[in-house]
Every structure is written in structure tokens, then in C-alpha cells.
């Protein structure tokens, strides 16, 4: 019999990737305090964050995740306004970053937690470039305001790692959870079934 999966995300990147491993889910967002804590370092910060929102909303297996964007320890979140998004990006121009996901699930009395990291090379940005893309609106919501899955591709130049991942939710570690919590993956619906 089918556990019933909750996604504890208000994320439509995560429900998209999550519905790519063919589970039925439902969406439930959680409220917790996403802050840094002072000296955290980014791996704790998203398998703590990730945890809380797996800890917070009721489900017989609930997935919660965390993503952040890390350069030279610093760890950048979503941007507050569009001049924070516009300072992330100068800071990033040039520079390799990882991008870390926790990735938590809960059922039963267990919690299980997982990390994934990619390094990504970004191409040296410049202010008309910047504007550019910080015009399209695609920021706002995105840990180190950018967006692999949309135009955010073009300020890539090269990534080692799970591009899901940059997106918000690593699948392969997201599957292994799952399927050790009892969560039956399935072909997704666009999939060819035999």
C-alpha cells in the first residue's frame, strides 16, 4: 500500500522535480524561521532548514529541502530586493560556486537527511548583462538569484554535478530517501510505460 508523500514546499521548482520520480504528493508549506545561524556553516544550515520543514507540516512521509548558494563560505539565500539580487550576481560573475541541498524526509519516528553539492562556473557578468537578467524577474525567489532552469543557463558556464540540484531539489538523493522511507517511484506520466 502507498504512503501518502507530503512535499513540505511551497516551491513549484520542487513539485516539478519531485513529480519527475512518478510519486503522488501533496503540497503543504511549511512556516519556520529560514535565518543563518551565527558561524553555520551552509552543509548544517540546509540539512537543519530542511529537517524544520520536514518537522513542520503533519504527513505520514514528509520531504522537506533546503538550497543555498555558497562562494568563500559566504552563504547567499534569495535575495530580499532587487539590488540584493544585483550585489549577489556581481559577487558571483566570474566565480566558481556550490550550490548545496539538504534534503530530509520523516516518517515513522525517523528522519533521514541527505547532502548534495555542485560546482557551478558562472561567466564574467557585466552590468549590461546584470540588468539584463534581473529585468526578466527571474531572481526574486532563487538562492543566489539566479535560475538554471530559465535564462539564469545563459550566465552558466559550466557545472559539475547534479543540475537538479541547482534547481532546488537533487533527485538521485531525493529517490534513495524515499525509496528507503517505503515511497514506491513510479515512470512519471509523460513517461513510455511498457
Known amino acids: 500500500m502507498d504512503k501518502q508523500l507530503v512535499l513540505a514546499s511551497g516551491s513549484p521548482r520542487r513539485k516539478e522535480l519531485l513529480s519527475h520520480l512518478g510519486v503522488d504528493f501533496i503540497v503543504r508549506v ?3 524561521n529560514e535565518s543563518v545561524q551565527k558561524g553555520e556553516l551552509a552543509d548544517r544550515y540546509v540539512q537543519r532548514i530542511a529537517s524544520a520543514k ?3 507540516v503533519d504527513g505520514e512521509v514528509v520531504l ?6 555558497v562562494l568563500n563560505g559566504k552563504i547567499y539565500g ?3 530586493d532587487l539590488e540584493h539580487a544585483k550585489t549577489m550576481l556581481r559577487e558571483l560573475s566570474g566565480e566558481v560556486h556550490q550550490v548545496v541541498t539538504g ?6 519516528d525517523q528522519l533521514l537527511v541527505a547532502l548534495a553539492r555542485t560546482r557551478v562556473e558562472f561567466v564574467s557578468l557585466d552590468q ?14 532563487k538562492a543566489g538569484a539566479y535560475a538554471l532552469q530559465g535564462a539564469g543557463s545563459g550566465l552558466v558556464k559550466a557545472i559539475d554535478g547534479s543540475p537538479s540540484n541547482v534547481i532546488g531539489l537533487p533527485l538521485a538523493e531525493t529517490a534513495d530517501l524515499l525509496t528507503e522511507a517505503g515511497v514506491e517511484l513510479r515512470p512519471s506520466a509523460g513517461s513510455n510505460r511498457p
Open 128 to 141: 549590461h548583462l546584470i540588468d539584463w537578467y534581473l529585468g526578466l524577474g527571474e531572481s526574486s525567489d
Open 78 to 80: 534569495k535575495p530580499v
Open 30 to 32: 511549511p512556516e519556520i
Open 54 to 56: 520536514a518537522a513542520a
Open 103 to 108: 534534503v530530509s524526509v520523516r516518517f515513522r
Open 64 to 69: 522537506g529541502a533546503d538550497t543555498c548558494v
